[in-house]
């Protein structure tokens, strides 16, 4: 589309900033919590020198933040917000009214493990517990990928078909405050692909005698909640759809899921964020062995892409799942148990090993990637389908 | 810029009340809820103002009653978030529109942004979110209805036993004394009711026994047998109704032998020589109830009826019915009067002091609306027993040893049915039948399409316990037991949601409800409670008497965040309406403490919330005043009380009308009250040595 690609070198946070500049929202309400700072930080710059518009709340609180962009949401206006680990746990409630009232949120997620311990480091569990709010959940690679979903995460939200918040995640650390390159689109492409106009729906203005949030008690509540599921079906459509467009635009492909490798390959890895940029790595580095072996990468986590899930991995042998993120008691790691019930009764798939790691910024090394990759194998050669185990502490 | 509050006469109050409501009829808060009071009178003196008004409004009463979906109450812009962000909710709101309109995307005027939250919402879970907008400058009207607590599991037609008799749960008082179930001894004991708690609507299960049937929540607990291995004793264990299932057996009250005879409330006898009176029938009237009267007044309840006006009591029993003949007999021997039996159908009985009589026994006046009142099951058994016997003679009949009553008063066939419970009768369910006009019922043809009920009831052989105790054990747990049985519960059905009540009852924690005993629950504290209150998590106990701590200072604590900050009640509408308007026309956020009272959580009648709320002005433990920065103004009666001190009423004229406080006044708390006393006069006199007078 243009002909100059502007390529800057900017860390995740940075980007997330600068591309939602470009959107220039009418509302951002934000709190500050590390890893995600920065964000709130250069935002309220480009708001105090005059960049943008936008009116800047500085709440006190996450759960003030939340309420206020629903209030805002409501109002009819644009609004943006971004979080992190208990952060996100402290809008948790207002995440499903805003869901449930259908306010079209974008909230950027830097993803950080949950206390206690205390911990600032990236970690995945904060946004994947909140895959049962009704929000389109995206995850990012890389500073360039914070940069895009930003963009792409307005135009889902706020597709007629849709009318849901959406919200995407990128490592805390490993992703925000790594400087990367980002190539970066112009205010006019951007422009071009969000609509200009401001959402057509019920709004809370004085124009309108009309009643939020209402009481519904057992004679509708069921019907209201339906609709945000299929609308929550309506998603996919629209996303893929908007990706699509995207890539027309910025020249950069984008897909639901990202399959590395895959074509021949008899073992894959599935991963999703910057633990899938390891994946790829490890990728190279077994086919030079000799090893047919390719990765899977998941950027749209909810709606789950299960008929993706399928086909990217039918006729492979053995799946290694890595997973950064906590879940105890559970049948198999977050996303393992996702896709575990996306193949149920399909022919021709994969054993499925979970392996949950890197937790609370914790490095998975290459060498421990293939570890797990040869323990994936051996569990397949000896006929075992599934398993979940930890990877990379002390024993 | 200092406040000035505009003037409000009578007349303004005339002319604007011709704009229309904005809090519309057809809500469902509580007859008598100061809430809705008051957010009428916000609403409309914003709607005078010109400018168009949009509310945020906190989970809460306010909110859950008057937006049931698909309906709602507020003809204005209104949103409800959830219950602790209306103020974050508002300043999202309010910069949508400024960015919005900035950037053309919204027509560019002035809006009052008003946010209601009542005292849950606002002194502790909301308390952040409100400081945080106020600190940010975001231009609305915060107006806190305060209630005192969080008000939120009986149905409420459920009748309990208490010393007195038989109650309606609804008029169940703080301090009354209710049969319990003693736990230790399994004996029947009285304790006092500590607490009454309105639950609110909730789905409401029907459980019944064989004999026995009561409408509760599914949270509530019930006394239930556990059946033991053999040679270990069976215990008792309370489980929630959610847990039971059929077949489970729970504790019923059947007998209540420790009656006593009921002397009679004095009421007004006229006698010859009284003005206009000349010739009176000189009756003789009972001062203590026997079980002849109770058998004349078991006809009375089943076909009689009163008319003091015309000093006649009268019967429809149709010649040579024994009815008839039996009231005959029983007027000559009680009161020795000679009834007229000239009319075939009726019998009348002409004195208008035993007219009086009857009608001060509060049987209920229509065929539909008698009923068996409380003193009623106070008696002794042999009373009781006579006032069954002579029902039965009016309406009622047996086949074999099976016996029948027959009435169109529901509640006559309810309070029938726990009363025959009280003495070992064997009761069935009330059934219902609509028969056309014509039909023979119980010697009669119906006059017209008639609904009535029934209930089959009949005596209970006493199992000889002293020989097969074991077996009769395994029937029922309780056999030996003289007060209490065990039953097991043939269903357990969902009816529908309806309004709930609860009580708390000390030490043994139980009482019994619809004859079946059942556990008391938990109104809770908010940090705008009074001191000394009673609630559910501050129960007067023995040691600590309801709420130790003093309210927040809410008003004060928003005064120091440098903003417009106003008292105000519903009772003052024009007081609260020049606030409201002064507090909009500031440039700036502002906050409004509202002294709203709540007749379920407090414990008064309906119709007397304004006269509370008054009294809580008047004694000076809510006085009315506003303050900016270093102003601090009392207005309307406020500022009088200040200039003219001896017109202050005592605190206890505000405490002693409601329920929550009833406890206070017993002598072993006579401390607490001169402290509470103490504190008020104390703030009076720090608000007045600030504070200038309008």
């Known amino acids: 589309m243009s002909g100059v690609r502007q390529v800057v070198g900017m860390t995740g946070d940075e980007a997330v900033a600068h591309a939602a500049k470009l959107v220039n929202p009418d509302v951002v309400a934000a709190y500050p919590i590390t890893p995600q700072t920065i964000i709130a930080e250069r935002y309220s710059d480009f708001v105090n020198n005059g960049e943008v518009d936008t009116s800047f709340i500085s709440v006190e609180s996450e759960h003030s933040a939340m309420s206020a962009c629903v209030g805002a949401s409501l109002t009819g206006a644009r609004v943006f917000t971004a979080t992190a680990s208990a952060g996100l746990a402290l809008m948790y409630e207002i995440l499903y009214v805003a869901s449930g009232m259908r306010c079209p949120i974008v909230l950027a997620v830097a993803n950080r493990a949950f206390s206690a311990p205390i911990n600032i480091h990236g970690e995945c569990t904060d946004q994947l517990v909140c895959r049962d709010a009704s929000w389109v959940s995206l995850f990012g690679e890389s500073a360039q990928e914070a940069y895009d979903e930003t963009i792409l995460s307005f135009k889902i939200a706020e597709h007629p078909d849709v009318m849901l918040p959406a919200m995407f995640g990128i490592e805390g650390f490993i992703v925000t405050h790594a400087l990367e390159r980002v190539e970066t689109l112009s205010k006019q492409q951007v422009d071009d692909f969000i609509p200009a106009s401001r959402i057509v729906r019920d709004r809370f203005c004085p124009d309108e005698n009309k009643t939020f949030?209402?009481?519904?008690?057992?004679?509708?509540?069921?019907?209201?909640?339906?609709?945000?599921?299929?609308?929550?079906?309506?998603?996919?459509?629209?996303?893929?759809?908007?990706?699509?467009?995207?890539?027309?635009?910025?020249?950069?492909?984008?897909?639901?899921?990202?399959?590395?490798?895959?074509?021949?390959?008899?073992?894959?890895?599935?991963?999703?964020?910057?633990?899938?940029?390891?994946?790829?790595?490890?990728?190279?580095?077994?086919?030079?062995?000799?090893?047919?072996?390719?990765?899977?990468?998941?950027?749209?986590?909810?709606?789950?892409?299960?008929?993706?899930?399928?086909?990217?991995?039918?006729?492979?042998?053995?799946?290694?799942?890595?997973?950064?993120?906590?879940?105890?008691?559970?049948?198999?790691?977050?996303?393992?148990?996702?896709?575990?019930?996306?193949?149920?009764?399909?022919?021709?798939?994969?054993?499925?090993?979970?392996?949950?790691?890197?937790?609370?910024?914790?490095?998975?090394?290459?060498?421990?990637?293939?570890?797990?990759?040869?323990m994936s194998k051996e569990y397949n050669n000896i006929g075992i389908n599934s398993t979940t185990d930890w990877v990379g502490y002390r024993k | 810029m200092a406040i000035v509050l505009p003037k409000v006469s009578v007349k303004d109050l005339q002319e604007w009340s011709k704009l229309g409501e904005v809090f519309t009829s057809g809500h469902r808060l509580c007859a008598g809820c100061g809430a809705g009071t008051m957010a009428r009178q916000v609403t409309l003196a914003a709607k005078v103002l010109g400018d168009p008004m949009m509310i945020v409004n906190a989970t809460g009463c306010l909110e859950v009653a008057s937006t049931v979906y698909p309906y709602t109450a507020w003809d204005v812009p209104w949103l409800h978030n959830a219950f602790e962000n209306a103020a974050a909710t508002a300043s999202g709101a309010i910069e949508a529109m400024k960015s919005m309109q900035r950037k053309g995307l919204m027509r560019e005027r002035n809006v009052n942004m008003i946010v209601f939250g009542g005292d849950g919402g606002t002194y502790d879970i909301g308390l952040q979110s409100l400081s945080g907008a106020i600190e940010r400058g975001h231009d609305f009207l915060y107006v806190c209805y305060n209630n005192?607590?969080?008000?939120?599991?009986?149905?409420?037609?459920?009748?309990?036993?208490?010393?007195?008799?038989?109650?309606?749960?609804?008029?169940?008082?703080?301090?009354?004394?209710?049969?319990?179930?003693?736990?230790?001894?399994?004996?029947?004991?009285?304790?006092?009711?500590?607490?009454?708690?309105?639950?609110?609507?909730?789905?409401?299960?029907?459980?019944?026994?064989?004999?026995?049937?009561?409408?509760?929540?599914?949270?509530?607990?019930?006394?239930?047998?556990?059946?033991?291995?053999?040679?270990?004793?069976?215990?008792?264990?309370?489980?929630?109704?959610?847990?039971?299932?059929?077949?489970?057996?729970?504790?019923?009250?059947?007998?209540?032998?420790?009656?006593?005879?009921?002397?009679?409330?004095?009421?007004?006898?006229?006698?010859?020589?009284?003005?206009?009176?000349?010739?009176?029938?000189?009756?003789?009237?009972?001062?203590?109830?026997?079980?002849?009267?109770?058998?004349?007044?078991?006809?009375?309840?089943?076909?009689?009826?009163?008319?003091?006006?015309?000093?006649?009591?009268?019967?429809?029993?149709?010649?040579?019915?024994?009815?008839?003949?039996?009231?005959?007999?029983?007027?000559?021997?009680?009161?020795?009067?000679?009834?007229?039996?000239?009319?075939?159908?009726?019998?009348?009985?002409?004195?208008?002091?035993?007219?009086?009589?009857?009608?001060?026994?509060?049987?209920?006046?229509?065929?539909?609306?008698?009923?068996?009142?409380?003193?009623?099951?106070?008696?002794?058994?042999?009373?009781?027993?006579?006032?069954?016997?002579?029902?039965?003679?009016?309406?009622?009949?047996?086949?074999?040893?099976?016996?029948?009553?027959?009435?169109?008063?529901?509640?006559?066939?309810?309070?029938?049915?726990?009363?025959?419970?009280?003495?070992?009768?064997?009761?069935?369910?009330?059934?219902?039948?609509?028969?056309?006009?014509?039909?023979?019922?119980?010697?009669?043809?119906?006059?017209?399409?008639?609904?009535?009920?029934?209930?089959?009831?009949?005596?209970?052989?006493?199992?000889?316990?002293?020989?097969?105790?074991?077996?009769?054990?395994?029937?029922?747990?309780l056999a030996d037991n003289e007060y209490f049985s065990s039953e097991k519960i043939v269903s357990i059905e969902f009816i529908k949601e309806e309004p709930t009540i609860d009580l708390r009852v000390e030490d043994?924690?139980?009482?019994?409800?619809?004859?079946?005993?059942?556990?008391?629950?938990?109104?809770?504290?908010?940090?705008?409670?009074?001191?000394?209150?009673?609630?559910?998590?501050?129960?007067?106990?023995?040691?600590?008497?309801?709420?130790?701590?003093?309210?927040?200072?809410?008003?004060?604590?928003?005064?120091?965040?440098?903003?417009?900050?106003?008292?105000?009640?519903?009772?003052?509408?024009?007081?609260?309406?020049?606030?409201?308007?002064?507090?909009?026309?500031?440039?700036?956020?502002?906050?409004?403490?509202?002294?709203?009272?709540?007749?379920?959580?407090?414990?008064?009648?309906?119709?007397?919330?304004?006269?509370?709320?008054?009294?809580?002005?008047?004694?000076?433990?809510?006085?009315?005043?506003?303050?900016?920065?270093?102003?601090?103004?009392?207005?309307?009666?406020?500022?009088r009380l200040a200039k003219n001190p001896d017109r202050k009423l005592p605190i206890e004229d505000y405490l002693k009308p409601q329920g929550r406080f009833r406890h206070l006044f017993k002598p072993e708390w006579k401390k607490k009250l001169i402290e509470i006393q103490d504190t008020v006069d104390e703030k009076w006199e720090r608000l007045v040595t600030k504070a200038t007078c309008v």
């Open chain 2, 508 to 639: 043994e924690h139980n009482f019994i409800a619809d004859g079946i005993v059942v556990h008391n629950t938990g109104i809770q504290r908010s940090s705008g409670t009074p001191q000394g209150a009673a609630t559910t998590t501050t129960p007067p106990g023995t040691v600590i008497p309801g709420k130790i701590e003093w309210q927040k200072p809410l008003a004060e604590i928003m005064a120091a965040h440098d903003i417009p900050t106003f008292t105000a009640s519903p009772a003052y509408p024009r007081d609260l309406m020049a606030k409201v308007q002064a507090a909009l026309k500031h440039d700036g956020p502002a906050f409004m403490l509202v002294d709203s009272p709540c007749n379920l959580g407090q414990r008064y009648a309906p119709d007397m919330s304004m006269e509370i709320a008054k009294l809580a002005v008047k004694t000076c433990f809510f006085p009315l005043f506003y303050t900016y920065k270093e102003d601090w103004v009392l207005t309307g009666i406020s500022s």
């Open chain 1, 213 to 374: 949030g209402s009481l519904v008690l057992q004679d509708y509540y069921m019907e209201i909640k339906r609709q945000q599921e299929e609308a929550m079906q309506n998603a996919y459509k629209v996303t893929e759809d908007a990706m699509q467009e995207f890539s027309e635009l910025s020249g950069r492909k984008m897909e639901i899921t990202e399959k590395y490798q895959l074509e021949d390959a008899d073992y894959a890895f599935v991963s999703y964020g910057a633990t899938a940029g390891n994946a790829k790595a490890v990728v190279d580095r077994l086919r030079a062995k000799g090893e047919k072996v390719g990765a899977l990468k998941i950027r749209l986590f909810r709606p789950f892409p299960s008929m993706d899930m399928f086909q990217a991995l039918s006729g492979i042998k053995a799946a290694t799942i890595l997973d950064r993120s906590a879940t105890f008691g559970s049948p198999g790691t977050i996303v393992q148990t996702d896709i575990a019930s996306a193949l149920y009764g399909k022919e021709n798939v994969p054993s499925l090993h979970g392996y949950i790691n890197g937790l609370g910024g914790r490095v998975l090394t290459l060498p421990e990637i293939e570890e797990v990759y040869e």
């Open chain 2, 148 to 477: 005192g607590a969080y008000m939120n599991c009986l149905s409420l037609d459920t009748h309990i036993m208490t010393k007195d008799g038989l109650k309606r749960v609804t008029d169940i008082q703080l301090g009354e004394l209710v049969y319990a179930f003693d736990q230790n001894t399994n004996d029947l004991v009285l304790k006092e009711c500590s607490g009454i708690f309105d639950n609110g609507i909730k789905e409401v299960y029907e459980l019944k026994t064989l004999h026995h049937s009561i409408k509760t929540t599914i949270n509530h607990p019930f006394l239930t047998v556990q059946r033991s291995r053999k040679n270990y004793e069976n215990k008792l264990i309370w489980k929630t109704l959610e847990k039971l299932k059929p077949g489970d057996e729970i504790i019923v009250l059947k007998d209540m032998n420790d009656g006593k005879r009921y002397s009679f409330k004095e009421i007004k006898i006229s006698k010859k020589g009284d003005y206009k009176v000349h010739k009176i029938n000189e009756i003789k009237l009972p001062e203590e109830s026997n079980p002849d009267l109770m058998e004349f007044l078991g006809l009375y309840v089943g076909d009689g009826w009163t008319r003091p006006h015309k000093a006649e009591t009268g019967f429809s029993f149709p010649e040579n019915s024994e009815a008839r003949s039996r009231l005959v007999f029983l007027s000559k021997k009680l009161f020795d009067l000679e009834p007229s039996t000239a009319h075939q159908n009726d019998v009348y009985l002409y004195s208008v002091n035993l007219a009086r009589f009857v009608d001060s026994l509060d049987f209920g006046k229509g065929a539909k609306n008698k009923i068996i009142p409380s003193w009623v099951f106070t008696l002794p058994y042999e009373e009781k027993e006579a006032f069954v016997k002579g029902l039965m003679q009016s309406d009622g009949y047996s086949i074999g040893k099976s016996n029948r009553y027959v009435s169109a008063s529901y509640e006559l066939l309810k309070t029938l049915r726990l009363l025959l419970q009280t003495i070992n009768y064997r009761v069935g369910k009330i059934h219902q039948q609509t028969k056309k006009k014509g039909t023979f019922v119980v010697y009669r043809q119906l006059l017209e399409d008639s609904t009535y009920g029934y209930v089959c009831f009949s005596k209970k052989k006493k199992p000889n316990i002293n020989k097969y105790l074991s077996q009769a054990k395994q029937r029922d747990f």
